[in-house]
Structures are given as C-alpha cells and as structure tokens.
C-alpha cells in the first residue's frame, strides 16, 4: 500500500502542477480539502480525472462517497486498491 500512496502522492503534484511541494511533503493521513493540503474543487475535478486515466477508477457515487475517498491520500489509495482488487476477482 506503501508504493500505491507514494503514487498518488507524486499523481497529485503532476496533475495539480504543485512544484513547490515534493512527495514527502505530504502528509498520507492528512485531509486534501480545506485543511491539510488546501486543494478545492476544481483540484477535486482534476485530480479525479488523473486518477481515472492512471487507474481507471470511475468516480461514481452520492457526494458523501466521493468526500469519503477523497479525504487523504490513504483513503484514495484504499479506493484505488479495493478497485483493483475487485476487478482482478471478476
């Protein structure tokens, strides 16, 4: 899971162009949204397309889904295993 959160990690500094962190500046546990990271909902947008295209993960789901998966790089991560793990048991 290690490897997976330092992917997302290194995902959300590309895709949301933040050059003055590094990978190690962010925090797995800590919320993306408002505190923690600072990101919005235009960086939610972009980032949920970045992971679709690297992960192919569909971002479907009522809005307290999607607030639930994107809270920390540890719970997009737990997202984007369990995706894996269900399609490899398909």
């Known amino acids: 899971m290690k490897a997976l959160e330092q992917e997302i990690k290194e995902l959300i500094l590309s895709s949301l162009s933040l050059e ?3 990978a190690a ?8 949204f ?3 990271l600072g990101l919005d909902s235009i960086d939610a947008l ?12 569909t971002m479907n789901g009522d809005k307290e889904e999607m607030r639930a998966r ?5 719970a997009l991560a ?13």
């Open 20 to 22: 003055d962190l590094g």
């Open 25 to 32: 500046d962010i925090d797995t546990d800590a919320p993306l």
């Open 34 to 36: 408002i505190e923690g």
């Open 46 to 57: 972009e980032l949920g397309l970045a992971l679709q295209k690297r992960y192919g993960v």
């Open 70 to 74: 994107f809270a920390s790089v540890a």
């Open 78 to 90: 737990a997202f984007v295993a369990s995706h894996r793990n269900s399609e490899a048991s398909a």
